[in-house]
């Protein structure tokens, strides 16, 4: 669980500053504003914000998409996207990452989500560990995923998702 001084709570709009913040030091792709209140009106039960001391430590944002199933052969699904998920620097290694994940798997959830899927870079050692012991399946590689050409693992997991007792 997260530890105590960490509160989760939803998003709100006079949040995005911050998040916006979060996304240009922490990850090597940055969103407009609008594209960040897209995805939050999309689904605002899954764009999850990490605050300590009234200071936003991290985010999580998702949508809903209908397509291919990853873990289910040959079937359509309403499946959720985690587009973004980030925690500042001095706020890692507390688990504040694998419980946005969880909270927004539940969300989704709730909207009728059969599974969750996300794109991590290969590269990224620290978050497909992660991911994995969370119970995230490699679907497969998109090459040259990223702006700066790198690939990415798309990695998906069946919902509703029971973590495991770890």
């Known amino acids: 669980m997260l530890e105590a001084p960490y509160l989760l709570r939803p998003f709100h709009p006079?949040?995005?500053?911050?998040?916006?913040e979060i996304n240009?030091?922490?990850?090597?792709?940055?969103?407009?504003?609008?594209?960040?209140?897209?995805?939050?009106?999309?689904?605002?039960?899954?764009?999850?914000?990490?605050?300590?001391?009234?200071?936003?430590?991290g985010y999580i944002m998702c949508r809903l998409e209908f397509g291919f199933s990853d873990v289910r052969r040959f079937r359509m699904v309403r499946k959720g996207h985690v587009v973004s998920v980030a925690v500042m620097p001095d706020y890692r290694r507390q688990g504040i990452g694998k419980e946005l994940v969880l909270a927004a798997m539940k969300a989704l959830e709730l909207h009728g989500a059969e599974e969750c899927f996300l794109e991590v870079r290969t590269a990224n050692e620290d978050a497909v560990r992660l991911y994995k012991n969370?119970?995230?399946?490699?679907?497969?590689?998109?090459?040259?995923y990223y702006h700066d050409g790198a690939d990415a693992y798309v990695m998906s997991i069946k919902l509703p998702h029971d973590p495991p007792m770890n």
């Open 134 to 144: 969370m119970g995230f399946d490699m679907a497969r590689v998109a090459t040259h």
């Open 14 to 20: 006079d949040d995005l500053s911050s998040v916006i």
């Open 24 to 57: 240009r030091v922490c990850l090597p792709e940055n969103y407009s504003p609008y594209f960040f209140l897209e995805v939050y009106k999309s689904c605002p039960e899954a764009f999850i914000i990490a605050e300590k001391e009234r200071k936003v430590a």
